[in-house]
Structures are given as C-alpha cells and as structure tokens.
C-alpha cells in the first residue's frame, strides 16, 4: 500500500523557518521525482519545488527562490523541504506527491504552514 506522511507543520511567525518531512511507503522512492504543492484556502494547489529522483535537479517556484531548499534522503524514503524567511502568503497545506501517469498523482494527507504573527 502506498503511503506518503508529511510531518513538520506549524504556526510560525514571519521570519521564522519550518522544516517538512515527506516518508514514503509502498513504492520504489528512489526511482521517482517528488514534489512539494501547497494549497491556500479558496486557492488552487500549486507547485512550490520538485526534485529529480537522485536528488540532483531541483526546480522552485519564484515565489520561493532563495528562500525554499528542497532534499531528499533515498536511503530513508524520506525527501525534505526547508523554508526559511517565511511569510504570511507562505501560508497552507503542504503535500508531497509524485506523478504516476500523465493524469494521476499520489499525494500526502497534507501538513498544516500558518505564518502569522
């Protein structure tokens, strides 16, 4: 059964920095990219970083450069998404996922960022 738990979520003030965890279950992890949307409410999900299955490549959203770094550990099946600087827009839940085919993504149950002072 394939499993993805974010972990790492909270209420932080402006400034202040997260640390996201993604572990995964049930597949191969290291043979996928992986990815880090977030969702805002009365927003669409939108992607914030991806990284190749190595590890190697990484790609991140403008709203994040600089800011984001995303990593990932393949011997614990577990990728990484630290956020610095944060910021009230940064606010929403975070789901890791990988794309299986064209139209279709597993996702994570999601973990809560709230930037607010």
């Known amino acids: 059964q394939v499993q993805l738990v974010e972990s790492g979520g909270d209420l932080v003030q402006p400034g202040g920095s997260l640390r996201l965890s993604c572990v995964g279950s049930g597949f191969t992890f290291s043979n996928y990219p992986m990815t880090w949307h977030r969702q805002a409410p009365g927003q669409e999900r939108e992607l914030v970083a991806r990284i190749s299955s190595s590890g190697t490549n990484t790609n991140y959203a403008d709203s994040v450069k600089g800011r984001f770094t995303i990593s990932r550990d393949n011997a614990k099946n577990t990728m990484y998404l630290q956020m610095n600087n944060l910021k009230p827009e940064d606010t929403g839940i975070y789901y890791c996922?990988?794309?299986?085919?064209?139209?279709?993504?597993?996702w994570g149950q999601g973990t809560q960022v709230t930037v607010s002072s």
């Open positions: 996922g990988y794309r299986i085919s064209l139209y279709n993504w597993n």
